[in-house]
C-alpha cells in the first residue's frame, strides 16, 4: 500500500509528504539525488528520468503514483501506464493539452482496474467542483462560465521545472474564445483580474456539466491589452518543442524573494445557466492555493490507495466526488 512521491524533494513535493504524514500515511520519496533524499530519513528510490521512475514502478508496484515532476503532457502517460494494473496515479496538470491526454488512458485504465486522476489541485478542482454542485440532480445546462482565482506565497528560491512549465503554459493558453478581461468581485469584498484562457478547467467543467457552451476566466493569465495583444505570437513560437524547453528551463532558473500570498482567500467560481434561462452561481473558498494543491493531491492519494476511486481516468470530482474539494479544507458558498 505504499504512495509514491515523484520529485518529492520539490516545494510541492514537501508539501503533499506531509499532508500525507498528517493522514498517517507516510510515503515513498523519489528523486535522482540520493544524498538529499537519504538525509530525509524518510523510505526512498533513486531514479533520474521518467523512464527510470516508470521501470522502478513496474518492479516495485506501489499502490499509488503522485508525480509532481511537471511537464505533464510528457511524463504523465508512461508513468501512468506504468502503474497498470491495479496501480493508480494522481498529478497535477493544468493545461488543456496535458489533462485532455490523460483522459484518453481511461479505456486502458477501466480495463486495468486502475484510477488515473489529473488536475488535482487548485487549477481544475477549483472549478470542477462548483459546477459539479451546482448541476447535480439537474438537467443539462446551456452554459457554463468558471472563474480561477488563486492566492499564492511565494517561497523564496528557484521558480522549478514544474512551477514554470505552469506559468509559460498560463501566459500561451489566452482563450481563442474572445473572453475579454474583467474585474471579478469576491464574496469577501475584495476584487481580481481574470481573464479568458483554454485549460483543463474547460474539460473538466464541461464533463461535470455536459455544457456545450463552457468559457474559463484565469487570474493567471495576462490582462494588460498590450501584453495579450503579443501572446498569440509568442504562443506559436513557444508551440515549437525547442523553443517551449528553453524558456521553461529558463524560467525555472529565476530565483525569487519570499511574498505573502495578495489575498486572503483563494477563489473557484462557477455560473450555470439553463435553456429556459434559471441561472445558478457558486463559489469555493480556500487558503493558500498551494497548500489546498497538496491537500487535494494528499486527500485524493489516501482515498485512491482505499480503493474509493473510479476505475478510469477522471479528473478529481469526477473520480471522488465533489466533496474532495471540501475535504482538503474548502467551503462552498452556494
Known amino acids: 500500500m505504499e504512495i509514491w512521491v515523484l520529485g518529492a524533494l520539490g516545494r510541492t513535493g514537501r508539501a503533499i509528504t506531509a499532508e500525507l504524514a498528517a493522514r498517517g500515511l507516510p510515503a515513498v520519496l523519489v528523486g535522482r539525488n540520493r544524498e538529499r533524499l537519504e538525509a530525509t530519513g524518510a523510505k526512498f528510490v533513486v531514479a533520474d528520468g521518467v523512464e527510470a521512475i516508470a521501470a522502478e514502478i513496474r518492479r516495485q508496484r506501489p499502490a499509488v503514483v503522485i508525480n509532481t515532476i511537471g511537464e505533464y503532457a510528457a511524463t504523465a502517460k508512461t508513468i501512468a501506464r506504468a502503474c497498470l494494473p491495479g496501480g493508480h496515479y494522481v498529478d497535477m496538470a493544468a493545461d488543456l493539452v496535458a489533462v485532455r491526454r490523460l483522459l484518453d488512458l481511461h479505456d486502458e485504465a477501466l480495463a486495468g482496474g486502475s484510477t488515473f486522476v489529473t488536475g488535482a489541485g487548485f487549477g481544475v478542482l477549483a472549478t470542477e467542483a462548483v459546477v459539479a454542485k451546482l448541476c447535480e440532480g439537474r438537467d443539462t445546462p446551456s452554459r457554463v462560465q468558471v472563474d480561477a482565482l488563486a492566492s499564492v506565497a511565494i517561497e523564496e ?78 504562443g506559436r513560437v513557444v508551440s515549437i518543442p525547442v523553443v517551449r524547453r528553453f524558456a521553461v528551463r529558463r524560467l525555472a532558473a529565476v530565483r525569487t524573494k519570499a511574498a505573502p500570498r495578495p489575498r486572503a482567500h483563494t477563489w473557484g467560481h462557477a455560473v450555470v445557466t439553463w435553456p429556459g434561462g434559471t441561472t445558478r452561481e457558486g463559489w469555493l473558498r480556500v487558503g493558500e492555493a498551494m497548500d489546498f494543491t497538496a491537500a487535494v493531491v494528499a486527500e485524493t492519494a489516501a482515498r485512491l490507495a482505499r480503493g474509493e476511486g473510479k476505475p478510469g481516468a477522471h479528473t478529481p470530482a469526477s473520480a471522488l466526488g465533489a466533496d474532495v474539494a471540501e475535504a482538503a479544507g474548502g467551503t462552498f458558498l452556494l
Open 157 to 234: 528560491g528557484a521558480v522549478g521545472v514544474a512551477l514554470a512549465a505552469s506559468i509559460v503554459d498560463a501566459l500561451t493558453a489566452v482563450s481563442a474564445r474572445g473572453a475579454k478581461p474583467r474585474t471579478l468581485v469576491l464574496p469577501d469584498g475584495e476584487t481580481g483580474k481574470v481573464a479568458g484562457v483554454d485549460s483543463g478547467e474547460l474539460i473538466a467543467a464541461q464533463r461535470a456539466s455536459g455544457a456545450p457552451d463552457v468559457t474559463v476566466f484565469s487570474g493567471l493569465a495576462p490582462t494588460a491589452p498590450v501584453v495579450r495583444a503579443l501572446l498569440p505570437l509568442l
